[in-house]
């Protein structure tokens, strides 16, 4: 978009510094006081001689063709510069419109991709969350079915006899079968970024 603005600016600044080249222009030659006028029926252009020129013969015909020649050679660069106007104005007149249009269908296109995309991100947090709900409630079950586990084998220790549920052997190897279990659902845990809230000791 900085980059647009700064071509609008230069182009703005061109067509204003032209437009104001050629009213300066126009403002010097209506100054000068050119001793020439404009027949209305023919747009000839026609000099008058000051009345203190004394010239007959060879140099008012000299310089009567000099004037014809000056004459078409100005109509010539007034036609020049009138067809050189014609194609800035329409050259000017093509291209801001285009770079109008071309500015307001960037805008528009960006502001669409930026609501997909926006709700590209929502509905992909919205999975996620489910996805991690769904997950979190998998291994809360799993991990809530290990007490479970362990009182059924402290059970089934207790219908044995006496002198070997006090067995140290017995006792170490079902503490070791649960810190396992933890230790396992504790790096599941770890692993998908979950919080370790449920923890059991």
């Keep these: 978009m900085k980059n647009a603005r700064r071509m609008f600016l230069i182009i703005a600044t061109?067509?204003?510094s032209h437009i104001c080249h050629s009213i300066a222009t126009k403002l010097v030659r209506i100054e000068r006081r050119i001793h020439f006028g404009k027949n209305s029926k023919n747009n000839a252009i026609n000099f008058r001689i000051p009345e203190y020129f004394d010239l007959k013969g060879e140099k008012l015909n000299s310089l009567m063709e000099m004037i014809k020649e000056r004459?078409?050679?100005?109509?010539?660069?007034?036609?020049k510069r009138n067809e050189i106007h014609k194609r800035c104005l329409w050259i000017i007149g093509v291209i801001l419109p285009a770079y109008a249009l071309a500015s307001i269908i960037w805008i528009a296109a960006n502001i669409i991709f930026y609501k997909r995309q926006k709700e590209k991100l929502k509905n992909g947090d919205k999975d996620n969350i489910f996805n991690r709900n769904q997950e979190r409630q998998r291994l809360l079950e799993r991990y809530n079915q290990i007490?479970?586990?362990?009182?059924?084998?402290?059970?089934?220790?207790?219908?044995l006899p006496m002198t070997e549920f006090n067995d140290e052997s017995n006792v170490e190897t079902v503490n070791s079968t649960f810190e396992a279990n933890r230790a396992r659902v504790e790096a599941i845990l770890k692993r998908n970024n979950e919080p370790q809230f449920m923890r059991r000791i």
């Design 147 to 159: 007490p479970s586990i362990v009182n059924s084998q402290f059970v089934k220790q207790s219908t």
């Design 14 to 16: 061109i067509w204003l």
């Design 71 to 79: 004459t078409n050679m100005l109509q010539q660069n007034e036609l």
